[in-house]
Nanobody, 124 residues
Framework: QVQVVESGGGLAQAGGSLILSCTTS????????MGWFRQAPGKEREGISC???????YYAHSMEGRFTISRDNAKNTVYLQMNSLKPEDTAMYYC??????????????????WGQGTQVTVSS
């Protein structure tokens, strides 16, 4: 059974930083491109970043510069370093297995496994 568990969310002040983690089990982590997505209340889910099995990274155009994705295959974990946080970054952040870049966005394959999300709230 595949499990995807995000952690690291919380309350941050504008301008601050957070590091999100996503740990998986039940799948061969090193064989999957891993992605981060977010969904704010009343908005559609949007892709943030995707890291391939070869550690190539892709970012949604609107997310470039402040977010950094990385992975540790030995720990079955993907990370999202978020800097210079803004109140508009407030959202539920999700990790997904199987992602790909599409134009200026990041997409998840329909077969991707998702975690339950971790809430990030940025105060002004």
């Amino acid at each position: 059974q595949v499990q995807v568990v995000e952690s690291g969310g919380g309350l941050a002040q504008a301008g601050g930083s957070l590091i999100l983690s996503c740990t998986t089990s039940g799948l061969r982590f090193g064989a999957y491109a891993m992605g981060w997505f977010r969904q704010a209340p009343g908005k559609e889910r949007e892709g943030i970043s995707c890291i391939t099995v070869g550690n190539t990274t892709y970012y949604a155009h609107s997310m470039e510069g402040r977010f950094t994705i990385s992975r540790d295959n030995a720990k079955n974990t993907v990370y999202l370093q978020m800097n210079s946080l803004k109140p508009e970054d407030t959202a539920m952040y999700y990790c997904a297995t199987a992602c790909f870049p599409q134009g200026t966005t990041i997409r998840a394959l329909s077969v991707a496994h998702w975690g339950q999300g971790t809430q990030v709230t940025v105060s002004s």
